[in-house]
T-cell receptor, first 117, second 114 residues
Framework: SAVISQKPSRDICQRGTSLTIQCQVD?????MFWYRQQPGQSLTLIAT?????????ESGFVIDKFPISRPNLTFSTLTVSNMSPEDSSIYLC??????????????FGPGTRLTVT | AQSVSQHNHHVILSEAASLELGCNYS??????LFWYVQYPGQHLQLLLK??????LVKGIKGFEAEFIKSKFSFNLRKPSVQWSDTAEYFC????????????FGTGTRLKVLA
């Protein structure tokens, strides 16, 4: 398994500002992901955080809005830029290990609850 | 595009009742299947998973799920629920092509009455 922490756990921000969310894992992992869970909806993958290179974004998500860094194998950040109330959501970090089939199991962090006013 | 459907959005049961939550996916290739649970105030946890082999998989806390390939389904079951099973349950699918990308269902919120 993997123990994942996220900071902050929650925040209330004003529109037009930016928030950076941190994800820290207790050991090295191969893949790190960022998800969004909007109120009453399921989890949607924002991007895959690649170590040492640019993140891979899903359709509908762009780097200018959600810049991601992953400087090493245990840490990643997601920035929500120029926020609007529509960005109010829970943002989740997840990780997976290795290259065998067991690596398809993902472990999730506790999430960051963001409210934009 | 791949998708996952969970037909029951809200389920209310009394303790000791049997549970079955539906999950259907749309993808023609080989898949890995998961059920995750999110207890109130806690983060997502893996309940059980199917990669290959016996299509009936057993998970934690007495849960099991059956993969029926012909029906593209992976329904979650528990013969007798407890109050502590109150949570939100998510079905997820990933292909075996190595992308690790999960497609989640919309979730089922289960409330068990004591």
């Amino acid at each position: 398994s993997a123990v994942i922490s996220q900071k902050p756990s929650r925040d209330i921000c004003q529109r037009g500002t930016s928030l950076t969310i941190q994800c820290q894992v207790d050991s090295q992992v191969t893949m790190m992901f960022w998800y969004r869970q909007q109120p009453g909806q399921s989890l949607t993958l924002i991007a895959t955080a690649n170590q040492g290179s640019e993140a891979t974004y899903e359709s509908g998500f762009v780097i200018d809005k959600f810049p991601i860094s992953r400087p090493n194998l245990t840490f990643s950040t997601l920035t929500v830029s120029n926020m609007s109330p529509e960005d109010s959501s829970i943002y989740l970090c997840s990780v997976t290990r290795g290259v065998t089939s067991s690596s398809y199991e993902q472990y999730f962090g506790p999430g960051t609850r963001l409210t934009v006013t | 595009a791949q998708s996952v459907s969970q037909h029951n959005h809200h389920v209310i049961l009394s303790e000791a009742a049997s549970l079955e939550l539906g999950c259907n996916y749309s993808y023609g290739g080989t898949v890995n299947l998961f059920w995750y649970v999110q207890y109130p105030g806690q983060h997502l946890q893996l309940l059980l998973k199917y990669f290959s082999g016996d299509p009936l998989v057993k998970g934690i806390k007495g849960f099991e799920a059956e993969f029926i390939k012909s029906k593209f389904s992976f329904n979650l079951r528990k013969p007798s629920v407890q109050w502590s099973d109150t949570a939100e349950y998510f079905c997820a699918v990933t292909t075996t092509s190595g992308t690790y990308k999960y497609i989640f269902g919309t979730g089922t919120r289960l409330k068990v009455l004591a």
